[in-house]
């Protein structure tokens, strides 16, 4: 079909994900940059996406979704990033780990186990995909450790256990961040802490943190995704660094839609 086509094929609608979500701000700016004045980014969840995505591409029907990676999504269909021309979505990014201020003092395990963290994109994607085929969140993290006992001996190595010390990790239920973060709170939990996961929105996710009611979030996609809640809260935030490399944001379709850039949504 031509490209024109496309808008009247989805009504001009993107789905989107949760409100405060770096990827809804970034494709508002994407909407108002590349004059898609008619579009409308629909508010939605991670999970309500995924469930409109399998739907369509189940019936090989158009569909344009707000899309990131790592997530299992690219290993149950076949899709294909729009180039982005205009760079607003930013390049490759980094996923950072941000604690609270007196974490090291108070926790030197916890803060020397979190500040070691650090994975691949393929690690974080065999969780999302155990847990998208029915594994818990909790097993998956388990079964993920098991199999890489190397790693997580990296990030343990002489930490001094404690005893049932408290620990919280905020999050959003970002399907990402649900896979880093029960990992995170499995190995947590290996050398002795008491860990509660908090889910919360992106805002009071760093704002947690900051605050000091959460002691770390380990959800942090910067330079770009979460530029407006570092310049917000990040005086406050203890910035430990990557704990994963080569991330990516855009707007995703299913590769037997026949457009290839965000361009050809005018
Ligand atoms: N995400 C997943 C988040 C960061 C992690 C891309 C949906 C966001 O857009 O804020």
Redesign the pocket.
């Known amino acids: 079909e031509p490209p024109a086509a496309v808008g009247e094929q989805v009504g001009f609608e993107i789905v989107g ?2 409100p ?7 494709t508002e700016e994407v909407l108002d940059v590349y004059g898609l004045e008619e579009w409308t980014l629909v508010e939605s969840s ?1 999970a309500a996406m995924a469930a409109a995505l399998r739907r369509a591409y189940e019936n090989q029907e158009p569909i344009i979704v ?3 990676t790592p ?1 299992w999504k690219f290993a149950s269909f076949d899709l294909k990033y729009l180039d982005d021309p205009q760079g607003v979505y930013g390049g490759d990014e980094q ?1 950072h780990t941000l604690v609270r201020e007196g974490l090291e003092a108070d926790e030197p395990s916890a803060f020397t186990v979190l500040d070691r963290f650090f994975w691949t994109p393929d690690d974080m994607a065999e969780v999302m995909v155990a847990i998208e085929e029915g594994s818990s969140e909790e097993q998956a993290a388990a079964d993920w450790a098991a199999a890489n006992q190397d790693t997580v001996n990296e990030w343990t190595e002489g930490v001094e256990e404690v005893d049932g010390n408290r620990i919280d990790l905020a999050f ?1 239920a ?4 649900i896979a880093s973060t029960n990992v995170v709170k499995y190995v947590l939990e290996s050398i002795g802490y008491d860990v509660r996961m908090r889910q919360l929105e ?1 805002a009071p996710m760093f704002q947690g943190v900051e605050s000091g009611e959460a002691d770390a979030m380990v ?1 942090a ?1 910067l330079p770009t ?2 530029e407006s809640y570092m310049d917000r809260f990040g005086e406050g935030l203890v910035d430990l660094g990557p704990n994963l490399d080569g ?1 990516r ?1 855009g707007l995703v379709v299913p590769a037997y839609m026949d457009i290839d850039s965000i361009e050809d949504l005018r």
């Open positions: 994900i949760e405060g979500a770096g990827l809804m701000m970034a991670s707000t899309g990131w997530h996923v959003v970002w399907d990402s961040e992106p959800a996609w995704t979460h991330t944001i």
